[in-house]
């Protein structure tokens, strides 16, 4: 309970900062955009493209409104949707959390907190879940707020959408363990953020293992390589599979597992890292 408590804590503290609501306010201005022009850029577009194959148009959607000719219009704008809310949604939250960990762990307030019935651990584990939860309701707000102007102008709802948003907050939380870790290691701002950004970058850059070996010619420099780009998490790959997801378009459910199982490693490991190296220091 306590790592919970502490996670609203990080919340709360989270609502009231300015830059968080810019953040969020950005969003909702998209939306708003979105939501004035949608009615002739995408949703009329579909409607009429569906209704040129005749009995397609006639078939009713499952919540009625919309045929399911359109709905099928519209699934590449949720692939569109979902990659931007996976990209810009580790990017905005890598410069937005930079300085949540660096504030909690700050002199005096480490001390005070430390004093109550709060172990270390959960300290640094509440303080992970509380961006995590901010992340969460971020993708949620993008994600739901496009999807509710879509059931307002077309007339149909669908959670595709949502089940990709959530690969953006696997891939935000995966890039923020790495900022914790460096947040314990320095209480930087700067840091953490440039942390994040490298590891963003040289996941998406080295998320195809075999095409950054080929980049070097074959001998050390090829397998050291290999062995600096291995523990880095597939965030491409992630990204993709949300796309598919969203596009109601098959995936490997193998190459996910994968993808997941090596990015909770690479997660797991930065966390251990950050809680010894919490553990060890003397406040």
Known sequence: MTVLHIAFDVVREAVARRHLAVVFALIAVAQITLAMALDLDIVGGAIVASRLFGSIAEQPSATGGVSVGAEEQLRPVFRVLVGAVYHLGVL??????????????????????????VRRAELLLGTYLGVALIALAGSIFAVGGFSAVLFWKAGFATTAPFFGALMAVLGFAI???????????ARSAALASGVGLAVYLLSVIADDREEVRSWFTAGWGREVAAWVIAPLPQLRTLGRIGRDIAGGQAFDGAQLAAAAAAAAAFAGACLIAALWQVERRDW
């Open 175 to 185: 890039v923020y363990s790495a900022m914790l870790l460096a947040t314990t290691v």
């Open 92 to 117: 905005f939250g890598i410069v937005a959390t930079a300085d949540i960990a660096v504030k909690s762990l700050s002199p005096g307030r480490v001390e005070l907190l430390l004093s109550l019935p």
